[in-house]
């Protein structure tokens, strides 16, 4: 079945240096992508999404990055702060006509941020 | 509200009670979603309203779940006859159109079986 995953199951960065959290999907038809952020005991946190017309948006210290070519996508995080200490988690939207309304998550990054 | 309501914020349930798990989404808000999460896991997809039309139930993982928005605001998961591996975090969410935007989580509840 159709999937969203991530490469990389932990990230340890350097306070202050950039993040880059990637993840790959297998749904070469989705249209829509978002990048969540989940601390400790809250639900998921809206960060940046893209839609499938674009290779890249930027946002304050965040960029997501859209490659279909070869179905990636990385969220790129400027100059990491303690508070970006979370979990990570890519997600997709499926295209219109195949259970388009629901969005399918990936298992997530976990970030984590050395002083 | 301001966000999406869950409650309560923490349920522990003796094998083979029932529960409620309660959502209030944003007002306004056409779609709600319920998700599963187990720990060190990404959110899995139980269920998807469209106002109070119940559209997608694909994920529910058997007939002992259900779901309701009877007035297309509020929504319940109940799981009947609970078992162990009902064990997760219930999140619900809520986005104001159909499709193609972002969707807005509540805190979840998180639901332990013993």
């Known amino acids: 079945g159709e999937s969203v995953g991530l490469h990389l199951p932990t990230l340890s960065v350097q306070e202050g240096d950039n993040s880059i959290i990637n993840c790959a999907y297998s749904n070469s038809a989705s249209d829509y992508f978002i990048w969540y952020k989940q601390e400790s005991g809250k639900g998921p946190q809206f960060i940046i999404d893209?839609?499938?017309?674009?290779d890249k948006r930027q946002g304050q210290r965040v960029t997501v990055l859209l490659n279909k070519t070869v179905k990636h996508l990385s969220l790129q995080i400027a100059a990491t702060q303690p508070g970006d200490s979370a979990v990570y988690f890519c997600a997709e939207n499926p295209p219109p006509g195949s259970s388009a309304s629901k969005i399918i998550f990936g298992s997530g990054t976990r970030l984590s941020i050395r002083p | 509200g301001a966000g999406v309501s869950q409650s309560p914020r923490y349920k522990v349930a003796k094998r083979g009670q029932d529960v409620a798990l309660r959502c209030d989404p944003i007002?306004?808000?056409?779609?709600l979603f319920w998700y599963q999460q187990a720990l060190g896991q990404g959110p899995e997809f139980l269920t998807y309203f469209q106002n109070e039309a119940q559209l997608d139930k694909s994920g529910l993982p058997s007939d002992r779940f259900f779901a309701e928005r009877p007035e297309g605001s509020v929504s319940t998961l109940k799981i009947q006859r609970t078992q162990q591996e009902d064990s997760a975090v219930y999140l619900c969410?809520?986005?104001?159109?159909?499709?193609?935007?972002?969707?807005?989580f509540g805190s979840g509840t998180q639901l332990s079986v013993l």
């Open positions: 969410a809520s986005r104001h159109t159909v499709q193609h935007e972002k969707l807005f």
């Open positions: 007002s306004g808000h056409v779609s």
């Open positions: 893209i839609r499938s017309n674009m």
